[in-house]
């Protein structure tokens, strides 16, 4: 593996093709004949439509049809033919399914015309009058009723251990209080989309914004009743998704239906409102009681957790496992209840239970470490755990010491104040604040294929996605070290449903698990080519076992020989082979179960805080990880950055406000929903410490997608604490209520 | 967004009979809020004037020694002219704190004064809005309400004025030079938008067949005392939760004339002449700023989201005052 294609800052292999636009996303692919779909979103969030009038919309040249519950083709009638992937234990939502509305901005109808304009004017035109009922989209008031669920998304809750209770009330030190974050969005940059090409006799090809090509097309088999071969997914790029396209969304669904219904092609566009319509962040409220001895020990961690879900899908995320992963804790108890509004189900967002258990475990730690009087990283390092409690299980590697102690030493913590309000510069407190976080790192079963040309073209593929993290990079770089090729030889293939099976992009799995069967099949592919070599009786490797040649510089070679060579190009032309191919399925090792694997970062954070104005700015983040080998740093550093603008987001900005009058989000757009632009971000260093990890799978690798995000919020929030001395602990945190 | 008709006016007497002649029209030029609201059909106009082409983009000097913008000046050239940033650096920081570089570049400055309102509801037409529906009521009163009035606000509706330009417009007391059927007139700045009482569809006192031509920079321009302070939720590229323009006319330490105008608390600008005055022949301390402030404020009623800004709009407009005077802070007691 003499090209260190691993490790090197590589630009993105399709960094040109974004930037020139020639990158298409699902919106994008044009056909001949394509029609448009504009849906129809409902006025109400609970009731029944009693009529829709689509005859005005219908009489607009150009429209070809509107679909309604009334008129949509026969669909699949069980719960199963609607659950996908990622679905929650519950029944999925059925678009177009009946009169009945389950929550506001429910998509009602597809007018689907001849352009997008026809079709948005004529939806503008479908007269609905609905009966409505009551409905519950207020949190607080639904509270009182949540509820345990049959059986949880997310890891079930562990049982306690210890005696939390007795120990809560003998320690010397404690913090018992709330806290709390509002529904939020994804918002990607890119809409949700599909294109669906109708390809004649029954068969489609599908264009979709999604995380995984093999989730829309299962859907669609199982939705509309079409054979696998019937329907091809593809979805070479997305625009970012976070989550949001984890799950097929509505559209889909609308042109699928529409394009086997008018034999013809339909895209489907969602607009920036309409993105407010789906699965987002559940609002979730934690209370947390926490004890700590004298001299710092934590002694308890009780840690009860309410979270917003559907009438519909139990939907639940790891909001609890957190005590156990986090600290070293003897006493411990968790609970997670849902709270059941009128709302579309949530659905997994960047990090999901992370952001949430973290940002608050991570702030009543916070003030429990300024009752005990001691400094908040000192503390941390004090209750510093080595075993995942819930699991009772080793981590497989954990060097959160040193991103503490790294991270520290660039952000300069030993020179902070330990009281609160004792830095300021001018009107403006200066805080200093800290958190740590961890992510799983998790991999899961993954196939993938490797075809070598004679002319030296390697091609590697997968029916993973590239949702802007840099998939087809880093899979290009393993291939690329693997055989020893310039990563200029190397294609990687993705997106596209005809390919190996791969799990969804998410969970901060791909580079694991991709990158796992990747380097397998490119293993595969190495000792086809030596069995090759070793078909002829003269061949100077006819002795040579698969861990006595390297493949470099374009050659298979013996390592301890290296004048004993073939070019790759030469092996098949001598062998009369036009390409080689192979596929593999590579699987977690068994001995990954005695272990438990995240990935851990320690976030440092200065804030200034005008004293009279109330306004916060993040002057100062440095955030140090501990991801195990790091493929490309270039497109780690994009990762975790991005993770630290949406944690300033998170912390200081964002919210999707529900109004109880309509039972509707009503800051449904990119000017009121407000993300952080560039001005609110300013210096973010990343660190990314030496990690080695040979238990979590065969790369070394940990996933970097999420550790980014987990512990900004919290260290935000401390931060402002030491600067005000006040402890807002309901996001976002907006000058109102530190003024 | 609904079928609409489309002239491109050659100059100001065809863009105005234009206007005129046509139910239901409107005049475009940026677009960079008027094509927003009828994708969303919140504005709904039969017929579109494009008045873009008309000869109204200088900005040059008047007889009297001020600065006359033309009505289609962009808020980026505005902006970054010379004398703009010269002699009315106030409305040179204004703008700039406003929207993004891209809309500046695009929208301009008779347009910024014809921004509708950023209230939620108003962009929701599944919600009631009187503004945007007249009679259907105001959802925002007993709804989310953040970004909205405090001031001179009526049981009809509570939208504030999203403009930042409007603000140092305000108090630079800028004149609006408007042509209509009957010809040319002059509106001052501060009877040019309404409050809005029970006809708050209507933002401004512009005729529905008048057009603005350029709006006028008296020759004061305080450019050695301004301050424009803007609060939002985030650092660019969001409303005003409250602004405070301020024009500081001073001898020494002492006040000859004091300009304060705020935005995101009313329906327009919001002057207060006779609190102004509290600080002509005062000496520019905290201890003069504090009352003028606390008189800017009397009377102000917030709603459930947003009786922050009685406190906030009191604490900036001081912060502003003390920023124009070059007042220290930290040794006023601060």
């Given at each position: 593996m003499a090209t260190n294609q691993i490790g090197k800052p590589q630009n993105r292999v399709d960094g040109r093709d974004k930037v020139t636009g020639q990158a298409r996303y699902a919106a994008e692919f044009n056909v001949k004949d394509l029609a448009y779909g504009v849906v129809v979103s409902s006025a109400i969030a609970k009731g029944r439509i009693k009529e829709m009038d689509t005859s005005e919309a219908l009489r607009v040249e150009g429209v070809l049809e509107v679909f309604t519950s009334e008129n949509r083709p026969k669909l699949a009638s069980y719960d199963t033919s609607f659950q996908d992937e990622d679905a929650p234990p519950g029944s999925p939502f059925r678009p177009l399914f009946n009169r009945d509305v389950l929550f506001n901005m429910q998509p009602i109808a597809l007018v689907v015309a001849e352009t997008y304009e026809l079709a948005r004017y004529a939806a503008s035109l479908v007269k609905v009058e609905y009966e409505t009922e009551e409905y519950a989209t207020d949190f607080e008031k639904e509270r009182p009723n949540a509820y345990v669920p049959e059986e949880y998304k997310s890891t079930t809750p562990p049982d306690p251990w210890g005696k939390p209770e007795t120990a809560l009330k003998e320690a010397e030190h404690k913090v018992a209080e709330e806290y709390s974050h509002p529904s939020q969005h994804h918002n990607p940059m890119e809409m949700h989309a599909t294109t669906a090409v109708w390809e004649g006799d029954g068969r489609i090809t599908v264009y979709d914004k999604i995380q995984g090509v093999l989730n829309s097309q299962e859907y669609i088999m199982g939705v509309f009743g079409l054979a696998k071969e019937d329907v091809r997914v593809l979805s070479p790029f997305v625009g970012g998704a976070f989550g949001s396209g984890l799950r097929p969304q509505y559209q889909l669904f609308m042109a699928v239906m529409a394009t086997l219904e008018l034999k013809r092609s339909v895209r489907v566009a969602l607009t920036r409102p309409q993105m407010f319509s789906f699965g987002h962040r559940p609002k979730t409220v934690q209370q947390l009681s926490l004890g700590a001895a004298a001299d710092g020990t934590l002694e308890a961690v009780v840690h009860h957790v309410f979270a917003e879900t559907s009438r519909f899908e139990d939907y639940s995320e790891d909001v609890i496992i957190w005590p156990g992963v986090l600290y070293k804790c003897d006493n411990v108890k968790v609970s997670h209840k849902l709270v059941g509004l009128d709302v579309y189900t949530p659905l997994d967002m960047r990090a999901p239970g992370g952001t949430t258990g973290i940002y608050a475990l991570e702030c009543a730690i916070d003030e429990l470490s300024y009752k005990v009087g001691m400094d908040p990283v000192e503390f941390r390092l004090k209750n510093?755990?080595?075993?995942?409690q819930n699991e009772d299980k080793p981590f497989s590697s954990k060097e959160l010491r040193e991103c503490y102690r790294q991270g520290a030493e660039l952000f300069g913590w030993k020179d902070r104040k330990p009281q609160p309000r004792s830095m300021r510069e001018g009107h403006n407190l200066i805080g200093w604040g800290v958190a740590n976080g961890a992510w799983e790192a998790t991999q899961k079963p993954s196939g993938a294929k490797a075809v070598l040309t004679k002319e030296g073209k390697l091609t590697v593929s997968s029916a993973t996605a590239d949702i802007g993290t840099g998939t087809y990079t880093i899979m290009s770089q393993i291939a690329a070290e693997c055989m020893g090729l310039p990563i200029e030889a190397v294609e990687f293939k993705l997106g596209d449903s005809s390919l190996p099976q791969s799990p969804l992009e998410g969970g901060s799995w791909t580079a694991s698990t991709v990158g796992s069967a990747v380097k397998l099949v490119c293993e595969k592919l190495g000792e086809k080519l030596l069995e090759l070599a070793q078909e002829s009786d003269d061949s100077p490797f006819k002795e040579a076992g698969i861990e006595e040649v390297e493949f470099t510089d374009g050659q298979m070679r013996l390592k301890e020989n290296s004048s004993v060579a073939i070019p790759l190009t030469q092996l098949l032309r001598d062998n009369k082979k036009d390409n080689i191919q192979v596929e593999a399925e590579s699987k977690p090792s068994?001995?990954?179960?005695?272990y438990s694997p995240y990935s851990h970062s320690a976030v440092f954070v200065e804030v200034k805080v005008d004293e009279d104005l109330g306004t916060i700015k993040v002057t100062r983040v440095v955030t140090a990880v501990?991801?195990?080998?790091?493929?490309n740093p270039k497109t780690a550093r994009s990762q975790i950055l991005g993770g630290v603008v949406w944690g300033i987001g998170m912390a200081l900005e964002e919210e999707s406000v529900m109004d109880h009058q309509y039972g509707r989000f009503i800051n449904h757009d990119l000017a009121e929903y407000h993300v952080p632009v560039n001005a609110d971000v300013h210096d973010v260093e990343v660190i990314f410490v030496d990690e080695e990890d040979s238990i979590v799978n065969p790369l070394g690798v940990k996933g970097l997608g999420e550790i980014g995000i987990v512990s900004v919020a919290p260290a935000i929030a401390n931060a402002v604490y030491h600067a005000t001395g006040k402890r807002v602990r309901d996001l976002p945190i907006t000058l109102d209520k530190v003024m | 967004m609904k079928p609409f008709t489309y002239t491109r006016a050659d100059d100001v007497t065809s863009a105005v009979s234009e206007v005129s002649r046509q139910e239901g029209a409107k005049v475009i030029a940026g677009g960079t809020n008027l094509l927003d609201l009828m994708k969303i059909d919140v504005m709904q106009p039969r017929h579109l004037v494009d008045i873009t082409r008309l000869a109204l983009t200088t900005i040059e000097k008047t007889a009297e020694g001020g600065l006359l913008l033309g009505a289609l000046a962009t808020n980026a050239d505005t902006a970054y002219h010379e004398q703009v940033e010269q002699r009315y650096p106030l409305l040179s920081h204004a703008i700039l704190a406003g929207a993004t570089a891209q809309l500046r570049n695009k929208a301009t400055d008779a347009g910024n004064l014809l921004q509708r309102t950023r209230c939620y509801y108003f962009y929701d037409t599944h919600t009631a809005c009187n503004k945007r529906e007249?009679?259907?009521?105001?959802?925002?009163?007993?709804?989310?309400?953040?970004?909205?009035?405090?001031?001179?606000?009526?049981e009809h509706c509570i939208a504030t004025h999203p403009s930042d330009m409007a603000v140092a417009l305000a108090a630079l007391e800028a004149r609006i030079h408007v042509t209509g059927p009957q010809g040319e007139r002059t509106i001052p700045i501060a009877d040019f938008h309404r409050l809005p009482g029970d006809t708050p569809e209507k933002d401004t006192n512009l005729a529905d067949d008048e057009i603005i031509t350029a709006i006028e920079l008296s020759p004061k321009g305080f450019a050695r005392h301004y301050t424009y302070l803007k609060n939002r939720d985030r650092a660019s590229y969001a409303f005003a939760l409250v602004s405070v323009a301020v024009g500081l006319d001073m001898e020494g330490d002492t006040i000859q004339e004091a300009r304060i105008a705020l935005g995101g608390v009313a329906h327009k600008p919001w002057r207060n002449p006779e609190a102004e005055a509290l600080l002509t022949g005062k000496k520019a301390s905290r201890e003069n700023f504090q009352p003028v402030a606390d008189a800017y404020v009397h009377g102000a009623k917030g709603f459930e989201h947003n009786s922050f800004k009685i406190e906030l709009a009191r604490r900036s407009i001081v912060r502003a005052l003390m920023q124009a005077a070059h007042v220290d802070q930290n040794s006023n007691g601060n």
């Amino acid at each position: 593996m003499a090209t260190n294609q691993i490790g090197k800052p590589q630009n993105r292999v399709d960094g040109r093709d974004k930037v020139t636009g020639q990158a298409r996303y699902a919106a994008e692919f044009n056909v001949k004949d394509l029609a448009y779909g504009v849906v129809v979103s409902s006025a109400i969030a609970k009731g029944r439509i009693k009529e829709m009038d689509t005859s005005e919309a219908l009489r607009v040249e150009g429209v070809l049809e509107v679909f309604t519950s009334e008129n949509r083709p026969k669909l699949a009638s069980y719960d199963t033919s609607f659950q996908d992937e990622d679905a929650p234990p519950g029944s999925p939502f059925r678009p177009l399914f009946n009169r009945d509305v389950l929550f506001n901005m429910q998509p009602i109808a597809l007018v689907v015309a001849e352009t997008y304009e026809l079709a948005r004017y004529a939806a503008s035109l479908v007269k609905v009058e609905y009966e409505t009922e009551e409905y519950a989209t207020d949190f607080e008031k639904e509270r009182p009723n949540a509820y345990v669920p049959e059986e949880y998304k997310s890891t079930t809750p562990p049982d306690p251990w210890g005696k939390p209770e007795t120990a809560l009330k003998e320690a010397e030190h404690k913090v018992a209080e709330e806290y709390s974050h509002p529904s939020q969005h994804h918002n990607p940059m890119e809409m949700h989309a599909t294109t669906a090409v109708w390809e004649g006799d029954g068969r489609i090809t599908v264009y979709d914004k999604i995380q995984g090509v093999l989730n829309s097309q299962e859907y669609i088999m199982g939705v509309f009743g079409l054979a696998k071969e019937d329907v091809r997914v593809l979805s070479p790029f997305v625009g970012g998704a976070f989550g949001s396209g984890l799950r097929p969304q509505y559209q889909l669904f609308m042109a699928v239906m529409a394009t086997l219904e008018l034999k013809r092609s339909v895209r489907v566009a969602l607009t920036r409102p309409q993105m407010f319509s789906f699965g987002h962040r559940p609002k979730t409220v934690q209370q947390l009681s926490l004890g700590a001895a004298a001299d710092g020990t934590l002694e308890a961690v009780v840690h009860h957790v309410f979270a917003e879900t559907s009438r519909f899908e139990d939907y639940s995320e790891d909001v609890i496992i957190w005590p156990g992963v986090l600290y070293k804790c003897d006493n411990v108890k968790v609970s997670h209840k849902l709270v059941g509004l009128d709302v579309y189900t949530p659905l997994d967002m960047r990090a999901p239970g992370g952001t949430t258990g973290i940002y608050a475990l991570e702030c009543a730690i916070d003030e429990l470490s300024y009752k005990v009087g001691m400094d908040p990283v000192e503390f941390r390092l004090k209750n510093y755990s080595v075993r995942d409690q819930n699991e009772d299980k080793p981590f497989s590697s954990k060097e959160l010491r040193e991103c503490y102690r790294q991270g520290a030493e660039l952000f300069g913590w030993k020179d902070r104040k330990p009281q609160p309000r004792s830095m300021r510069e001018g009107h403006n407190l200066i805080g200093w604040g800290v958190a740590n976080g961890a992510w799983e790192a998790t991999q899961k079963p993954s196939g993938a294929k490797a075809v070598l040309t004679k002319e030296g073209k390697l091609t590697v593929s997968s029916a993973t996605a590239d949702i802007g993290t840099g998939t087809y990079t880093i899979m290009s770089q393993i291939a690329a070290e693997c055989m020893g090729l310039p990563i200029e030889a190397v294609e990687f293939k993705l997106g596209d449903s005809s390919l190996p099976q791969s799990p969804l992009e998410g969970g901060s799995w791909t580079a694991s698990t991709v990158g796992s069967a990747v380097k397998l099949v490119c293993e595969k592919l190495g000792e086809k080519l030596l069995e090759l070599a070793q078909e002829s009786d003269d061949s100077p490797f006819k002795e040579a076992g698969i861990e006595e040649v390297e493949f470099t510089d374009g050659q298979m070679r013996l390592k301890e020989n290296s004048s004993v060579a073939i070019p790759l190009t030469q092996l098949l032309r001598d062998n009369k082979k036009d390409n080689i191919q192979v596929e593999a399925e590579s699987k977690p090792s068994d001995e990954q179960e005695n272990y438990s694997p995240y990935s851990h970062s320690a976030v440092f954070v200065e804030v200034k805080v005008d004293e009279d104005l109330g306004t916060i700015k993040v002057t100062r983040v440095v955030t140090a990880v501990a991801g195990g080998r790091i493929l490309n740093p270039k497109t780690a550093r994009s990762q975790i950055l991005g993770g630290v603008v949406w944690g300033i987001g998170m912390a200081l900005e964002e919210e999707s406000v529900m109004d109880h009058q309509y039972g509707r989000f009503i800051n449904h757009d990119l000017a009121e929903y407000h993300v952080p632009v560039n001005a609110d971000v300013h210096d973010v260093e990343v660190i990314f410490v030496d990690e080695e990890d040979s238990i979590v799978n065969p790369l070394g690798v940990k996933g970097l997608g999420e550790i980014g995000i987990v512990s900004v919020a919290p260290a935000i929030a401390n931060a402002v604490y030491h600067a005000t001395g006040k402890r807002v602990r309901d996001l976002p945190i907006t000058l109102d209520k530190v003024m | 967004m609904k079928p609409f008709t489309y002239t491109r006016a050659d100059d100001v007497t065809s863009a105005v009979s234009e206007v005129s002649r046509q139910e239901g029209a409107k005049v475009i030029a940026g677009g960079t809020n008027l094509l927003d609201l009828m994708k969303i059909d919140v504005m709904q106009p039969r017929h579109l004037v494009d008045i873009t082409r008309l000869a109204l983009t200088t900005i040059e000097k008047t007889a009297e020694g001020g600065l006359l913008l033309g009505a289609l000046a962009t808020n980026a050239d505005t902006a970054y002219h010379e004398q703009v940033e010269q002699r009315y650096p106030l409305l040179s920081h204004a703008i700039l704190a406003g929207a993004t570089a891209q809309l500046r570049n695009k929208a301009t400055d008779a347009g910024n004064l014809l921004q509708r309102t950023r209230c939620y509801y108003f962009y929701d037409t599944h919600t009631a809005c009187n503004k945007r529906e007249p009679g259907t009521g105001c959802s925002a009163i007993h709804g989310y309400n953040r970004n909205h009035a405090i001031l001179g606000h009526s049981e009809h509706c509570i939208a504030t004025h999203p403009s930042d330009m409007a603000v140092a417009l305000a108090a630079l007391e800028a004149r609006i030079h408007v042509t209509g059927p009957q010809g040319e007139r002059t509106i001052p700045i501060a009877d040019f938008h309404r409050l809005p009482g029970d006809t708050p569809e209507k933002d401004t006192n512009l005729a529905d067949d008048e057009i603005i031509t350029a709006i006028e920079l008296s020759p004061k321009g305080f450019a050695r005392h301004y301050t424009y302070l803007k609060n939002r939720d985030r650092a660019s590229y969001a409303f005003a939760l409250v602004s405070v323009a301020v024009g500081l006319d001073m001898e020494g330490d002492t006040i000859q004339e004091a300009r304060i105008a705020l935005g995101g608390v009313a329906h327009k600008p919001w002057r207060n002449p006779e609190a102004e005055a509290l600080l002509t022949g005062k000496k520019a301390s905290r201890e003069n700023f504090q009352p003028v402030a606390d008189a800017y404020v009397h009377g102000a009623k917030g709603f459930e989201h947003n009786s922050f800004k009685i406190e906030l709009a009191r604490r900036s407009i001081v912060r502003a005052l003390m920023q124009a005077a070059h007042v220290d802070q930290n040794s006023n007691g601060n």
